[in-house]
């Protein structure tokens, strides 16, 4: 083929890539870009009289791209800067914090941060505890992590079936508190006897018919009286 017929070559190096365009092989395959997985950093301080500025120079020196702030106190529920940082991570990357109880407001939320991070193939590591879960020995953080926010998941399931036995032994009522004191049940109960119908004493009493039923039993019921 002549020299002048042959087009330019999207591969050779030093050739321009225009904004936008895409790179394609001479067998006609795209050249896929390879994204770098980043750093994310995130600092918090419990309290507005705090700075974060020890943080930001520690997460900046590790390299992050990108930092997320928060100024509350661990206990809060309120964390824009984390659910922004939290957002921010895609598979790969790595979330950066100083220190680990910046990043929990407690062991409980701190497991379940991990976990969801490690569903995500997203690495934590924090500069002053030496942790970086994207290393063999971090891995086996995660593991041990991991296994004991199962533990606590079993322990408080099996304290909170004990309790309900426990407490359904005592005579207590478990679930939700009734809707009916204990005098509303009695004056419920006369009214019945005198022959008034579910309708009209649910209706009195301000509940659901099905609410009523719950607080004095089906059997206190007449059969015939339900459909008054």
């Known amino acids: 083929m002549p020299k002048s017929a042959r087009g330019p070559n999207p591969t050779k190096k030093g050739s321009k890539k225009a904004p936008g365009a895409r790179f394609v092989r001479l067998d006609g395959s795209q050249v896929i870009p390879i ?13 507005d009289e705090q700075t974060t500025a020890l943080q930001l120079d520690a997460l900046r020196t590790a390299g992050c791209a990108s930092i997320h702030e928060d100024s509350a106190s661990g206990a809060s529920r ?10 921010d991570l895609a598979a790969g990357d790595t979330l950066v914090v100083w220190r680990l109880d910046r990043l929990g407001r407690s062991l409980r939320d701190l497991l379940d941060i ?5 569903d995500r193939d997203v690495a934590l590591r924090s500069l002053t505890d030496h942790i970086d879960t994207g290393t063999a020995a971090g891995r086996m953080l995660y593991a041990v992590l991991g296994a004991v926010a199962q533990f606590e ?19 207590e009522h478990i679930g939700r508190p009734s809707s009916l004191s204990s005098a509303q049940i009695r004056e419920a109960k006369k009214m019945l006897d005198r022959g008034e119908s ?3 004493v649910a209706r009195v009493l301000r509940v659901g018919r099905s609410t009523l039923y719950r607080a004095i039993g089906p059997s206190v019921v007449r059969p015939t009286d339900g459909h008054l």
Do not use: C, W
């Open 114 to 118: 991990s976990e969801m991070l490690r």
């Open 153 to 171: 998941r079993d322990v408080l399931r099996e304290r909170t079936v004990a309790g309900m036995r426990a407490a359904k032994s005592r005579g």
């Open 35 to 47: 994204t770098e997985p980043r750093f994310i950093g995130y600092a918090r301080v419990s309290t």
């Open 198 to 200: 579910p309708n009209h």
């Open 78 to 87: 309120s964390r824009p800067g984390l659910t922004r940082a939290l957002e």
